[in-house]
């Protein structure tokens, strides 16, 4: 059974930094896609960034392009998003998600599991 705890959000000003962290278990899970995901209550869930597991080629979603950087550990079994120069529009519920498709894509019909989410709000 596969599980990815996610941790690190917090609340900020605008215009400050944060980094998520999302631990996958068990550690010799061999997924092909690691992602973000971000869900604001009545909106669709929408794609931040991913990487193929291997931790190369990361890919991003147009809105936080040149702002997020999503990076990978192996040897903590962790991927992190670093998230800088935030907005109020960063505020969501952001979720760590993996998939077994050997074709990444920030697409959540893609996504075999879940985790249980962590909250990040900025304030302007």
């Known amino acids: 059974h596969v599980q990815l705890v996610e941790s690190g959000g917090a609340s900020v000003q605008a215009g400050g930094s944060l980094r998520l962290s999302c631990e996958w278990y068990?550690?010799?899970?061999?997924?092909?896609?690691m992602y973000w995901f971000r869900q604001v209550p009545g909106k669709e869930r929408e794609g931040v960034g991913g990487m193929y597991k291997g931790g190369k080629l990361p890919f991003y979603g147009g809105s936080v392009r040149g702002r997020f950087t999503v990076s990978q550990d192996n040897a903590k079994n962790t991927v992190y998003l670093e998230m800088n120069s935030l907005n109020s529009e960063d505020t969501a519920m952001y979720y760590c998600?993996?998939?077994?498709?050997?074709?990444?894509?920030?697409?959540?019909?893609?996504?075999?599991?879940w985790g249980q989410g962590t909250q990040v709000t900025v304030s302007s």
């Open positions: 068990p550690r010799a899970y061999g997924t092909w896609c």
């Open positions: 998600a993996a998939s077994d498709d050997p074709v990444c894509r920030l697409d959540p019909s893609v996504v075999n599991y």
